[in-house]
């Protein structure tokens, strides 16, 4: 139990152009869903938390408007990086949440922008 | 939530046990203790939590002291597959129907040897 499947997992895109990224809770409704980036050699680093049906809450120095987050029902968020730059490049991981269950999370997705 | 210390790495020799340390002194009464794991290029894999009990899943034990400040993950009989970056997380547990976000610090490097 308890899978979460994300989707794509590998992208390379052009510079400008803008990338979703899908996450889906595909046994359980997640009341949360959580987004995170690592970068090469480092750990994860949270983006942003977003609860099914409202606004998601950024981290801090995480721009909202670069990164598109919707959590329109309890099986799926989406992420888009919205006019992605190479600077952009970066392994994205998503996790799903629900009352006192341990997060679980995707196999990521590698962003690649040339 | 309360920062966490492990070992940067640690080496272990297949079908050994490994036992890998985690210090939160600062730990709360109503937080608990996560381990992840993350295997290379996957997203993490949780492992298992508890309070203040001993716990055993079928992955592994988790061991937390009586004072609570620090814990050890044991995996009984480490394969080559158990060569992960293993996170120890205390968090606060969900409440309300919010799952409380992961901070990651940067885990331990186990690397099973043949």
């Known amino acids: 139990g308890a899978v979460v499947s994300q989707h794509p997992s590998r992208v390379i895109c052009k510079s400008g152009t803008s990338v979703k990224i899908e996450c889906r809770s595909l046994d359980f409704q997640a009341t949360t869903m959580f987004w995170y980036r690592q970068f090469p050699k480092q750990s994860l680093m949270l983006m942003a938390t977003s609860n099914e049906g409202s606004k998601a809450t950024y981290e801090q120095g995480v721009e909202k408007d670069k990164f598109l987050i919707n959590h329109a029902s309890l099986t799926l968020s989406t992420l888009t990086v919205t006019s992605a730059h190479p600077e952009d490049s970066s392994f994205y991981i998503c996790g799903a949440g629900r009352q006192n269950q341990p997060q679980h999370f995707g196999d990521g997705t590698r962003l690649s922008i040339l | 939530d309360a920062k966490t210390t492990q070992p940067t790495s640690m080496d272990c020799a297949e079908g050994r046990a490994a036992n890998l340390p985690c210090n939160h002194s600062t730990i709360s009464g109503n937080e608990y203790v996560y381990w992840y794991r993350q295997i290379h290029s996957q997203g993490p894999q949780y492992i298992i939590h508890?309070?203040?009990n001993n716990e055993t899943n079928e992955m592994a034990s988790l061991i937390i002291t009586e004072d609570r400040k620090s814990s050890t993950l044991i995996l009984p009989h480490a394969t080559l597959r158990d060569t992960a970056v293993y996170y120890c997380?205390?968090?606060?547990?969900?409440?309300?129907?919010?799952?409380?976000?992961?901070?990651f610090g940067t885990g331990t490097l186990l690397a099973v040897q043949p």
């Open positions: 997380i205390v968090r606060v547990a969900g409440y309300g129907g919010a799952t409380n976000k992961l901070i």
């Open positions: 508890g309070l203040k």
